[in-house]
């Protein structure tokens, strides 16, 4: 009979060996000739298959979105610092990617995770809310640093509109916008920031859209896929911070002594 030789790797999203790559089985020409976009191909490298039209553009409006959000964020603040000490652009933006995590960017995971456990729980806003308090977790994908509910973050309404307009269902959302009132109404910072509101469309996009069993949505919600949707998005504006650094030629950055207190 056959003797198969053992294998070091096993791969299942891409294949490089015929005429021309495949992601998921469909051959890159294909992507193109159909006019897909970037969406159709996290679609396809991420999720394993094709996702009807809203889902693929409701991916993009993510990455728009969170491609930049000015100078003074940590992750632009590190690139923009790495990239004045004379590193090269990998340098420059990983120094920036590494800022990404539970404060920064990087709370959409969690969000997500507990957002659907208290919403199934049937926990009400108060029940969740306190419940973390008492377990000292900040509730993730609430509160940001300058977007007050007088001031709301125009990211969130703009994904918000879409989910209401396109997707079958915003259950996981609308918890999400009540957990927010609740949190509004302990103090005016606590709004749903913007890894709260993919957080939770991205879990009515996965339930409601029938495309994933209940096996695959909560390996997804486990192993954590959607804070790549910030990394990726955000490494645009990380790399444009470092070519504009490099452009303007600006020398070493040096922080001024007086915006620090020195003391025992
Ligand atoms: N849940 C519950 N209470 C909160 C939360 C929260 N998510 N955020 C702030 N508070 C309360 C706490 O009582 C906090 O006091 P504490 O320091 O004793 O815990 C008080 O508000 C003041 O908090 P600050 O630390 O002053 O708030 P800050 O403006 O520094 O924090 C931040 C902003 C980091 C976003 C915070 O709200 C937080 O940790 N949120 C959860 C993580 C998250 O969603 N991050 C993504 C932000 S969006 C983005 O990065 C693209
Ligand atoms: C961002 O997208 O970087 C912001 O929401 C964070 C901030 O502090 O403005």
Not at 249 to 257: A, T
Request: hydrophobic share 40%; glycine share 10%.
């Amino acid at each position: 009979g056959k003797v198969r030789a053992p294998t070091h790797i096993i791969s299942t999203i891409s294949d490089d060996r015929g005429e021309e790559p495949r992601y998921a089985g469909v051959p890159m020409s294909s992507i193109i000739e159909q006019g897909l976009g970037v969406g159709d191909v996290i679609s396809l490298l991420w999720f394993k298959r094709s996702l009807p039209h809203y889902c693929t553009r409701f991916i993009e409006i993510c990455i728009m979105l969170c491609a930049d959000h000015g100078p003074c964020v940590s992750g632009a603040h590190n690139a923009i610092v790495t990239a004045r000490a004379g590193k090269d652009l990998v340098s420059s933006l990983v120094s920036g990617l590494l800022t990404i995590g539970p404060r920064f960017g990087g709370a959409i995971d969690d969000a997500a995770r507990y957002f659907k456990d208290a919403c199934d729980r049937g926990l009400s806003p108060y029940e969740f809310v306190e419940g973390m308090k008492k377990k000292g977790i900040r509730v993730p994908g609430i509160g940001h640093r300058i977007k007050r509910g007088d001031n709301r973050d125009k990211r969130v309404e703009i994904l918000q509109l879409f989910a209401r307009t396109h997707f079958p269902s915003v259950k996981y959302m609308e918890y999400a916008v009540q957990v927010e009132s609740y949190t509004l109404s302990k103090a005016n910072n606590l709004v749903l920031n913007v890894d709260g509101a993919i957080g939770s469309l991205f879990l009515d996009l996965l339930v409601s859209s029938g495309m994933f069993s209940k096996p695959e949505i909560d390996e997804i919600v486990e192993i954590g896929y959607l804070n790549g949707l910030f990394v990726l998005a955000r490494s645009i504006g990380l790399i444009g911070h470092t070519f504009d650094q490099k452009r303007l030629k600006q020398p070493l950055y040096r922080h001024p002594w007086e915006d620090v207190l020195y003391t025992k």
